[in-house]
C-alpha cells in the first residue's frame, strides 16, 4: 500500500511563499508522474502543476512563472515552491501519485491535502 503524505502548508500574507512536501511511502517501484491539485470552497478541484519521473513539468496559466515543482525520484517526494502568492491561490492542495508501480500493480494515490490560506 502507498501512502501520501503532505506538510508545509499554511497562512501566508499576500506576497509571501510556502514550500509543499508530499512523500509517498510504501514499497513504490515508480511513480510515473507526480501532481499538486488544490481545491477551493465552491470550486471545481484543479491541477496545479505536475512533473514526470524525467523531470519534464506542466504548470496551470494561473501559477506559471510564481509556482515550481519539482521532485526527488529516490525519495518518491514532490516538492511545490509557491512564491508571490494570491489569496485566489487560497485552497486544499493535495498531492496525486499517478502510475504508481507496486508489487501489487499499477494505480493512483491521492493525499489528504493540506490547507494554504493566503490573507490580503
Known amino acids: 500500500q502507498v501512502q501520501l503524505v503532505e506538510s508545509g502548508g499554511g497562512l501566508v500574507q499576500a506576497g509571501g511563499s510556502l514550500r509543499l512536501s508530499c512523500a509517498a511511502s510504501?514499497?513504490?517501484?515508480?511513480?510515473?508522474?507526480m501532481a499538486w491539485y488544490r481545491q477551493a470552497p465552491g470550486r471545481q478541484r484543479e491541477l496545479v502543476a505536475k512533473?514526470?519521473?524525467?523531470?519534464?513539468?506542466n504548470y496551470a496559466d494561473s501559477v506559471k512563472g510564481r509556482f515550481t515543482i519539482s521532485r526527488d525520484n529516490a525519495l518518491n517526494t514532490v516538492y511545490l515552491q509557491m512564491d508571490n502568492l494570491k489569496p485566489e491561490d487560497t485552497a486544499v492542495y493535495c498531492c496525486n501519485a499517478i502510475n504508481a508501480i507496486t508489487p501489487s500493480g499499477i494505480r493512483d494515490y491521492w493525499g489528504q491535502g493540506t490547507q494554504v490560506t493566503v490573507s490580503s
Open positions: 512533473i514526470a519521473s524525467g523531470g519534464s513539468s
Open positions: 510504501g514499497n513504490i517501484f515508480r511513480i510515473d508522474v
